[in-house]
């Protein structure tokens, strides 16, 4: 009985012995899978930033879009904390931005509205709150020192 072959290991053996003879092209799909079936770690987004760069082509606007797209994961898996500077360059961010503004402004019968539209954007939304909750904690310290200060004078 034969067993079966990982093929997610298959992809990588063969995109890296086709990397070893310098056929970047003929790699780079097969690396791509390898992130499709098993998800982005250090050492494939570095393969797959190495081979797309040595591809002799011109870059599109796609192939920039990739290659910093895998350059921003790998600096999110190396600090974690980047995540939420790398979402603030997303430009929905805005967006969610003002709709957090407009509901916490927003008169009670419209704010079910605004919070429906912040929650379409699912993930993607959860940076700004938890951006807009952080500036609200840091208004209440200020106010809290400032009535303190008031006090004693």
């Excluded at 974690?80 to 709709?99: D, N, S, Y």
């Excluded at 503004?101 to 919070?115: F, G, K, N, V, Y």
Aim: glycine share 2%; hydrophobic share 40%.
């Amino acid at each position: 009985m034969r067993k079966k072959t990982d093929k997610t290991s298959s992809y990588l053996k063969k995109a890296d012995a086709l990397f070893a003879k310098k056929k970047y092209a003929k790699a780079m799909p097969l690396y791509e899978k390898e992130l499709k079936k098993n998800g982005e770690t250090l050492e494939l987004l570095a393969r797959l930033i190495k081979t797309h760069s040595l591809i002799d082509k011109p870059w599109t606007n796609a192939d920039f879009a990739k290659n910093l797209d895998w350059t921003m994961k790998s600096q999110e898996l190396s600090n974690p904390g980047l995540k939420r500077v790398h979402a603030k360059l997303e430009p929905v961010w805005k967006e969610i931005t003002l709709l957090i503004s407009q509901m916490m402004a927003c008169a009670e019968e419209t704010e079910d509205d605004l919070i429906e539209k912040i929650i379409k954007h699912k993930e993607k939304a959860l940076y700004p709150l938890v951006e807009s909750l952080l500036a609200l904690k840091q208004a209440q310290k200020k106010a809290l020192s400032f009535l303190k200060e008031r006090k004693k004078a």
